[in-house]
């Protein structure tokens, strides 16, 4: 298995849901990565996990909320988003943190906060 | 953050070779230099990335120059698919950002048919 599996593909929320973006990868890595994509942009990153544990934090606010259950699973839970937030969610994860190791993307959430 | 720095677009036609370069002067010795590119409504996908010889996979090659200030993706024949959004990015090797891949504007490249 050589991917990073995203779901859901597109998810629409109101600005007081809780919802959750999941990120799941088979291929033994043990650094994960969240980035933010606004239309015509670059990716932003987000968080770095480190073997579980939160290693950056990008001063995200904290209705983002990332974590971490185990070495092949990365979640993103939000919380009283606003529709500035709309954008694509991107996880990626490397062999390590580190230099040197090239990264596996997901396809991303498309997310619409309404 | 270290800077790379792209032409904003380029033009290539099906079947001919493209060289896509990218400037990196504030580069340090132990920097890794990454190529990725993003399709259209899909996440980045990982190229090539180096550190000081050439390097060539199925995808592409990747030209370093002997300073390593610049370097250039050389994608040998272009198709319809090669059609994306190509970042270079420095992943430093040093400091509160090592190992991460920050992101720059990127070169789009169209191909003609």
């Known amino acids: 298995d050589t991917e990073v599996t995203q779901t859901p593909k597109h998810l629409v929320m109101g600005m007081t849901n809780k919802k959750s973006l999941k990120c799941e990868q088979h291929m033994g890595h043990r650094a994960m990565y969240w980035y933010k994509q606004k239309a015509k942009k670059p990716p932003e990153l987000m968080f770095v996990y480190s073997y579980e544990k939160l290693s950056i934090n990008e001063s995200v606010p904290s209705r983002f909320s990332p974590e971490c259950p185990n070495s092949s699973l990365l979640n993103l839970h939000l919380h009283a988003l606003q529709p500035e937030d709309s954008a694509l969610y991107l996880c990626a994860s490397s062999l390590r943190q580190g230099s040197g190791y090239g990264y596996t993307f997901g396809s991303g959430t498309r997310l619409t906060v309404v | ?113």
């Open chain 2, 1 to 113: 953050d270290a800077k790379t720095t792209q032409p904003n677009s380029m033009e290539s036609n099906e079947e001919e070779p493209v060289h896509l370069p990218c400037n990196h002067s504030t580069i340090s010795g132990t920097d890794y230099i990454h190529w990725y590119r993003q399709l259209p409504s899909q996440g980045p996908e990982y190229v090539i990335h180096g550190l000081t010889s050439n390097v060539n996979n199925r995808m592409a090659s990747l030209a370093i120059a002997e300073d390593r200030k610049s370097s250039t993706l050389i994608l040998h024949r272009a198709t319809l698919r090669d059609a994306a959004v190509y970042y270079c990015i420095l992943q430093l090797n040093y400091g509160g950002s090592q190992g991460n891949l920050i992101f720059g504007k990127g070169t789009k490249l169209s191909v003609k048919p």
